[in-house]
């Protein structure tokens, strides 16, 4: 069965700075990767997706994320973060072809300090 | 509007009282699933259902049970509640080829068990 490594359990950053958030995956085949977010008191929103062609993925509010195959690395970066993006963020993987069934990382918690 | 439709957003019952919380999605969604979300632990999958009378455990689906008669509704249920099923639960569905756009998530129900 395949397993989402968020190695950053808590992030704190001040207003502006950039942002990377870790993920590895471990799983043999083709996988659909995403990172959601969890703003305080709501429920989870896909902030971006990853299927295949450009590694490099654009998402809203300014994130973005690398697929490196071999690296089974799918992180989330942000070059100047803001208050607003304090929340929880979890990553995820589906293989493909599979059950269509997600797989959660344990979730970083961000804070950005104004 | 698309959305999952979860009921009640917060509950506190006692031991053993037998309870259900609802989720419904109105976009016709094959796959849904059932998730626990608890500090430190992320996302956990309780069951999931690929599809109206299939359904399957996830990772932690003791004390629960989940049933598919319709497409639309997955209520998930707690005969006998206890005070470690304490936690935040989100239903989630997905298209069937959606495993590749990602699932909708419902706001959550907050459950608490005294």
């Known amino acids: 069965a395949q397993s989402v490594s968020q190695h950053n359990h808590h992030v704190i950053l001040s207003e502006a700075a950039s942002l990377e958030l870790g993920c590895n995956y471990s799983y043999g085949g083709t996988v659909n990767l995403f990172w959601y977010v969890q703003y305080p008191g709501q429920h989870l929103q896909l902030l971006l997706k990853?299927?295949?062609?450009?590694?490099l993925v654009k998402g809203i509010k300014g994130f973005e994320a690398e697929f490196i195959k071999s690296k089974f690395s799918f992180n989330l970066r942000k070059p100047s973060v803001q208050w607003s993006d304090t929340a929880e963020y979890f990553c995820?993987?589906?293989?493909?072809?599979?059950?269509?069934?997600?797989?959660f990382g344990r979730g970083t918690s961000l804070i950005v300090h104004p | 509007e698309a959305q999952v439709t979860q009921n009640p957003r917060y509950l506190i019952t006692v031991t053993g009282k037998k309870l259900t919380v609802t989720c419904s999605q109105n976009m016709n969604h094959e796959y849904m699933s059932w998730y626990r979300q608890d500090p430190g632990l992320g996302l956990r999958q309780i069951y999931y259902s690929m599809n109206v009378e299939v359904t399957d455990k996830g990772d932690v689906p003791e004390g629960y049970k989940v049933s598919r008669k319709e497409k639309r509704n997955f209520p998930l249920i707690l005969e006998s509640p206890s005070p470690n099923q304490t936690s935040l639960y989100f239903c989630?569905?997905?298209?069937?080829?959606?495993?590749?756009?990602?699932?909708?998530f419902g706001s959550g129900t907050r459950l608490t068990v005294v």
């Open positions: 989630a569905s997905s298209s069937q080829r959606g495993g590749g756009y990602g699932y909708t």
């Open positions: 990853y299927f295949s062609g450009d590694p």
């Open positions: 995820a993987v589906i293989p493909s072809g599979g059950s269509y069934i997600p797989t």
